[in-house]
Structures are given as C-alpha cells and as structure tokens.
C-alpha cells in the first residue's frame, strides 16, 4: 500500500507559476511510476504528466508540454509537478497517483491516489 499527499495548490493569477508536490508513504521500498491527473467541474478525469522510477522517462498531455514540468525525489519519496504559464483552463482539482512499476498515461493503470489539490487561476 501507498499512501500519498499532495500539497501547494492555491489561487494564482494567469501567466503565474506554481509547484505541487506528492509526498509517498508506505510501501515505497520497491520501484514505481508516479503520475499527476486533473480534474475540473464537469469534465472527466485528465493524464497531465507522469514520470517513472528513474526520473529520466517523463511523459506530458500535449496541453501543459513546455509550460510544466513533472520531477521526483527519491530520497525524499516525492514527485512535484512545476507549472508555468498557467491558464483559466488549467483550473482544477490535481491528483497524485502512483502505481508499481513503470509509469504510464492511463489513469486506470494506477493503484494509488492522493486527495488532490485546487488550483485556482484567476485574475
């Protein structure tokens, strides 16, 4: 069992940055995939980025390539998303996700989900 907590999400104005981070608990000895996911009124659940173990593989949705950033700490268990250049469509509810082995794009492949974070973006 992983357990993970996500934390700094908060209002931001459009064009402005913020960072999220995921701390993992638990069975974290063995290696595996960790992915962000978002979520905003109406809409179905969206892959935003993910990374594997290595931290050399990432993958992006083509809407937040070249504005974030997904990245991971072993050492301290954690993954962080970096966003940049946020848009009012970036709004949502973001989750943390991990599962055992590789990463992947599909929400469904993973076990593990944090409570998410809001992230607000307004002027």
């Known amino acids: 069992q992983i357990h993970l907590q996500e934390s700094g999400g908060g209002l931001v104005q459009p064009g402005g940055s913020l960072e999220l981070s995921c701390v993992a608990s638990?069975?974290?000895?063995?290696?595996?995939?960790m992915g962000w996911f978002r979520q905003s009124p109406g809409k179905e659940r969206e892959f935003v980025a993910a990374?594997?173990?290595?931290?050399?593989?990432?993958y992006y949705a083509p809407a937040v390539k070249g504005r974030f950033i997904i990245s991971r700490d072993n050492g301290r268990n954690t993954a962080f998303l970096q966003m940049n250049g946020l848009k009012p469509e970036d709004a949502a509810v973001y989750y943390c996700?991990?599962?055992?082995?590789?990463?992947?794009?599909?929400?469904?492949?993973?076990?593990?989900w944090g409570q998410g974070t809001q992230v607000i973006v307004s002027s």
């Open positions: 990374i594997r173990w290595s931290g050399l593989t990432t």
């Open positions: 996700a991990a599962k055992e082995g590789g990463a992947t794009t599909n929400g469904e492949d993973y076990e593990y």
């Open positions: 638990g069975r974290t000895s063995s290696a595996f995939g």
